[in-house]
């Protein structure tokens, strides 16, 4: 069945500390990958996104993720957090064709001043 | 350019009666989805539409269903509301090919009693 697990419920981290939140996922074949960011109240943004090519992938506000398929992972990461990177985050896979994402459950990271 | 809108924000309804949600596209975006986000199962497809045509549908019961106009704003129907039906929906637009980044809105918080 496929799936997406992002293995922290909670993640706390001290602003300035670098950041890794790990997703892994099962898929028949390589699907397309996406990280989230959800803040209180708000609806979802999107922080990067992989297709295809070159497995390291900038996103925006200083993110990045690593496609890794011997290990059907796909981990964000920041080298160092600010107060407000506070939020919930979701990593995602989708069929190629479609918009029918899968998500994980979610990483709730609390920053620490 | 204006955000994807979702009216109402909150919604209270009870068990038996049905609900409308509506959402508008960012403009000149053809593809609309929607997810349901509960804490127990997280955020799940519901169904996406394109130039008015579903065209793709997550494993949700019948009493889900929703529909889109020719100026691409699209509506949500829940009939029949059960007490498991309180979520966060959240609609997402895009330009419609499966690499266009979906943008979300802020989601309607529906409560039933």
């Known amino acids: 069945a496929q799936s997406v697990t992002q293995p922290d419920i909670h993640i706390t981290v001290s602003e300035g500390a670098s950041l890794e939140l790990r997703c892994n996922y099962s898929y028949g074949a390589t699907p397309y990958l996406f990280w989230y960011v959800q803040s209180p109240g708000q609806g979802l943004q999107l922080l990067l996104k992989y297709f295809s090519g070159d497995t390291l992938v900038q996103g925006i506000k200083g993110f990045e993720a690593e496609f890794k398929r011997s290990q059907s992972s796909f981990n964000l990461r920041k080298p160092s957090v600010h107060w407000s990177d506070a939020a919930e985050y979701f990593c995602a896979v989708g069929p190629?064709?479609?918009y029918k994402y899968i998500f994980g459950t979610g990483t709730r990271l609390k920053v620490l001043a | 350019k204006a955000g994807v809108t979702?009216?109402?924000?909150?919604?209270?309804?009870?068990?038996?009666?049905?609900?409308?949600?509506?959402?508008?596209?960012?403009?000149?975006?053809?593809?609309?989805?929607?997810?349901?986000?509960?804490?127990?199962?997280?955020?799940?497809?519901?169904?996406?539409?394109?130039?008015?045509?579903?065209?793709?549908k997550g494993n949700f019961p019948g009493r889900f269903s929703g529909r889109q106009f020719s100026n691409s704003r699209s509506e949500m129907n829940v009939s029949t509301l059960e007490l498991g039906d309180s979520a966060l929906y959240?609609?997402?637009?895009?330009?419609?090919?499966?690499?266009?980044?979906?943008?979300?809105?802020?989601?309607?918080?529906?409560?039933?009693?």
């Open chain 2, 6 to 56: 979702q009216t109402p924000r909150y919604l209270i309804k009870t068990r038996g009666q049905q609900v409308t949600l509506s959402c508008s596209p960012i403009s000149g975006h053809r593809s609309v989805s929607w997810y349901q986000q509960t804490p127990g199962q997280g955020l799940q497809f519901l169904f996406e539409y394109f130039s008015e045509t579903q065209r793709n």
């Open chain 1, 96 to 98: 190629p064709g479609t």
């Open chain 2, 90 to 113: 959240l609609c997402a637009s895009s330009l419609g090919q499966d690499t266009d980044t979906q943008y979300f809105g802020p989601g309607t918080r529906l409560t039933v009693l």
